[in-house]
Every structure is written in structure tokens, then in C-alpha cells.
């Protein structure tokens, strides 16, 4: 009788477990390449994404709002110098830092749900994935867990060494026209109309605050009256929640349909004026003008799963804008708020 280990199970397995090391090698020996790989972890961190989403799951527990906080922190990361982890750093040698920007001041949250993630795998792995991958992957999550899509995170960005106050200035604001929120996503590398309309989709989930409202309500573009767009029966609701001279950092639903669940009712909402900030309903504005975003708008709100694939794969050419892969101008940080 043959011996155990020369049977065709045995012989399988090691074929197997040979042809796995060499694919680890090869990654390994790739790991500078200029294209990002849904396999970037297998070999090096196999739980990276198991362990981030154990981290977010816990984190929800207490805080409805940090789904939609984590893809806020990728969007407005990639929006700057690119997918480098910039915006996770700390204020170091006098730096200002893109935290401190108006557009993140205050607002941008959920920074130690990524240093959690950041601890998990560096007990798991140590120095091995970086927090630009983290805010990738827990976006995904985020998204997925809140009834969204899911899709195939590309993975092997480096962290960046600085952070840009500057750029995060510009920002695409609450109180952008249209001509301006294309304009910067033009800047951004990605489609100023189908990449516009779908990544605004996040918007679908989320809270804001009432000072990016009050102006709609009271006083638009300086006109001392309210924004002629916006539904007169949501404008009664959200005066309510916003009185004039009222608590500005009071919360509000995004979306007032369904609050915590990503569907299409953010565009359901626009079609009949009733998108929060001035930026969500710009979008719906002048449907027969030129360059208008308005029939992507209609398709959205006409078909969920339209608008799942456009998010998924915006949501990929984000992902992409300026990466660092090369090891002479990037790091894994072993703590995402400073560089190593």
C-alpha cells in the first residue's frame, strides 16, 4: 500500500501550497508597481479586511453615524494630494494640517475608528497595511453593511509623509454650483457628470450640520429670502430644525426618507427638491441647460441598481487619484496620525 504521503490528496495539497509561496513571492517582488490589486494582502495580511470590518461592526454599535463619517474621511483623503492618507495626520513641526481645514474642522470625524482598525492589524501584521488601504477597505464595508454595494477594493497604497492644508480648502463645499463641483472634479481626475452625480450618492446616509443650511433657508446668496428651489413643505420642516440665530452644529438627516441605509431615496429626494445642502440640488438644477447632471439624476432615482454600479465604480477611480506606491515616496504608517 502506498504511503499517505504520496497520495493524490497529499500530492494536491503541496502542488497547492508550492503554488501559493510562488505567488507570494511575485507579489512580493511587485509590491512597487504602479497598479493596485484586490490580492495586495492575501499573503502578507490575509485578515486585513476580516479585521477592519470587526473593528467597524463594533464601532456601530454606538455610532449610527460612522459609516457614513468613514466614507467622508476617504472622499475628502483622496480629494487632496490623492489616496495617500493625508488628512489622518496630526498637526507636527508646525504644520497645518488638512484637519484643520474649514472643510474638515469640526466636521470630519471618525479618526479613532481608523486608529482602531490601525492597532487590530498591526497586533495581526505588523507594518504592513497602510492607513490610505484602511480608509479604502472600511469605506467599502461602510457602504456594503448600510445596504449599499459592495465591490473589489483595490489595495498596496502607500501613506503619504505630508499633509496639504491648502488644498483642502477647495474642497467640494455645500454651497457649490454646479459649474464649481464639476470644475473640481474635473481637478480631481474623475468625470464631472456620472463620477459627480454617483459619489454625491453617498449623501444617501449621514448626518450634517445645520450651519450648511441656514443660508438656503434664510438668506440665499444674499438675497435675504430662501432658496426659490427647495420644496416649501421641507423648508417649513427644516426651519423647524434650524431656527434663524439657532444652534448651528444641531444634526440633521441627509436624507430624511431612510437616514442610515444607502438606496437611491437621496436622488427620490432631489427630484422633488427636497436635497439638503445647495451642492445635493444643484445637481437637479436647469434640466436643459448645457452640461446639466439632471438626467443622471432621473436614472438614479428610476433604478437602484443603476445607481449601485455607477457608486461602485466611481468609487474605484477615486480610489486610484494620485496613489503612492513607490516605497521611496511613501510608508506604512504604524500609527496614521504621524508619519514614522
Not at 145 to 173: C, H, I, M, Q, Y
Not at 214 to 219: A, F, I, K, V
Not at 294 to 308: E, K, L, M, T, Y
Not at 324 to 333: A, Q
Request: charged share 20%; hydrophobic share 40%; glycine share 8%.
Amino acid at each position: 500500500m502506498a504511503s499517505s504521503s504520496s497520495s493524490p490528496v497529499a500530492l494536491g495539497a503541496a502542488t497547492l501550497a508550492a503554488l501559493l509561496a510562488a505567488v507570494c513571492v511575485l507579489h512580493a517582488g511587485g509590491a512597487a508597481a504602479a497598479d493596485l490589486r484586490v490580492d495586495y494582502y492575501d499573503c502578507t495580511c490575509p485578515d486585513a479586511y476580516k479585521i477592519v470590518q470587526g473593528v467597524l461592526v463594533q464601532a456601530h454599535k454606538s455610532d449610527p453615524r460612522i459609516f457614513a463619517s468613514l466614507i467622508r474621511l476617504h472622499f475628502h483623503d483622496c480629494f487632496v494630494q490623492g489616496c495617500d492618507g493625508s488628512l489622518l495626520l496630526n498637526t507636527f513641526n508646525g504644520m497645518e494640517t488638512e484637519q484643520d481645514a474649514i472643510p474638515n474642522k469640526g466636521s470630519a470625524r471618525g479618526y479613532n475608528v481608523v486608529d482602531a482598525a490601525k492597532a487590530a492589524l498591526e497586533a495581526a501584521c505588523p507594518g504592513v497595511v497602510s492607513c490610505a488601504d484602511i480608509l479604502a477597505i472600511a469605506s467599502e464595508i461602510s457602504v456594503q453593511l448600510s445596504g449599499g454595494p459592495g465591490w473589489s477594493v483595490l489595495l498596496g497604497r502607500l501613506d503619504g509623509f505630508t499633509s496639504n492644508f491648502f488644498e483642502a480648502g477647495k474642497l467640494p463645499s455645500p454651497f457649490d454650483g454646479l459649474k464649481n463641483l464639476k470644475e473640481k472634479f474635473r481637478n480631481a481626475t474623475l468625470d464631472d457628470t456620472t463620477d459627480l452625480v454617483a459619489l454625491s450618492g453617498a449623501h444617501t446616509f449621514g448626518r450634517v450640520q445645520c450651519q450648511f443650511v441656514t443660508d438656503r433657508l434664510y438668506n440665499f446668496s444674499g438675497t435675504n429670502r430662501p432658496d426659490p428651489t427647495l420644496s416649501p413643505g421641507y423648508r417649513t420642516f427644516l426651519s423647524q430644525r434650524c431656527p434663524r440665530n439657532g444652534d448651528g452644529s444641531s444634526l440633521n438627516d441627509l436624507d430624511p426618507t431612510t437616514p442610515d441605509k444607502f438606496d437611491k431615496n437621496y436622488f427620490t429626494s432631489l427630484e422633488v427638491n427636497r436635497g439638503f445642502l445647495q451642492s445635493d440640488q444643484e445637481l437637479k438644477s436647469d434640466p436643459l441647460a448645457v452640461g446639466t447632471t439632471a438626467p443622471i439624476v432621473d436614472r438614479f432615482a428610476g433604478s437602484q441598481d443603476a445607481f449601485f454600479k455607477a457608486f461602485a465604480n466611481s468609487m474605484i477611480k477615486m480610489g486610484n487619484i494620485r496613489v503612492i506606491t513607490d516605497p521611496s515616496k511613501g510608508e506604512v504608517r504604524k500609527r496614521c496620525a504621524f508619519v514614522n
